[in-house]
């Protein structure tokens, strides 16, 4: 589980903040990677697919949450 624990910026977030807050974790994604049909917009626990390979797809959750 990976924890935003930032109030929302303009109202989302973005598969951008989640690559950079799994870097602050020591774990390198590219954001491309990171499969978002739109940006995360409500606060609480979101389930977000990376795609490691074509073959090899992970589910995160995430957990977003006010300060």
Do not use: M, W, Y
């Amino acid at each position: 589980t990976l924890s935003l624990h930032d109030a929302l910026p303009i109202g989302s977030v973005t598969s951008s903040e989640l690559a950079d807050a799994l870097a602050a974790k020591g774990v390198k994604v590219d954001k491309r990677r990171i499969e978002l049909e739109e940006p995360i917009k409500r606060l609480g626990k979101h389930t977000v697919h990376v795609k490691l390979h074509r073959d090899v797809t992970v589910a995160l959750t995430v957990e977003v949450q006010n300060q």
